[in-house]
């Protein structure tokens, strides 16, 4: 199993960008895909997660300002993140969920299965 982000960076207060995490290696229809962080000296952090049937959640931090979606072949998860903030800058990772397509809600790090490497997100003017 293989879950590969891309698209972190560094951007000014007020930026967006899109990260992407692209998974292999497993029956893609039996898991959901969610997002967590981990800041310089914090706890990891569930940002958001989305259902097999599409609904999304997200952590209360970023709710109207970052949105999750897969793709269609569901091997692949964006989070679009607007509005970034400086609070915002940490390693985000996706990671993979089978309790979660059943349960719902973005969850704690215990209920993911499979874990990407990260890629560096930096909100800094």
């Known amino acids: 199993v293989q879950l590969v982000e891309s698209g972190g960076g560094s951007v000014q207060p007020g930026g967006s960008l899109v990260l992407s995490c692209e998974g292999s290696?497993?029956?893609?229809?039996?898991?959901?895909m969610g997002w967590f962080r981990r800041g310089q000296g914090k706890e990891r952090e569930g940002v958001a997660q989305?259902?097999?049937?599409?609904?999304?959640h997200y952590a209360d931090s970023v709710k109207g300002r970052f949105a999750i979606s897969q793709g269609n072949a569901k091997d692949t998860v964006y989070l679009q993140m607007n509005n970034l903030k400086p609070e915002d800058t940490a390693m985000y990772y996706c990671?993979?969920?089978?309790?979660?397509?059943?349960?719902?809600?973005?969850?704690?790090?215990?209920?993911?299965?499979?874990w990407g490497q990260g890629t560096q997100v930096t909100v800094s003017s």
């Open positions: 990671a993979a969920t089978r309790l979660l397509c059943l349960r719902g809600g973005v969850g704690a790090s215990t209920d993911y299965d499979y």
């Open positions: 989305i259902d097999s049937d599409g609904t999304a």
């Open positions: 290696g497993y029956n893609y229809s039996d898991y959901c």
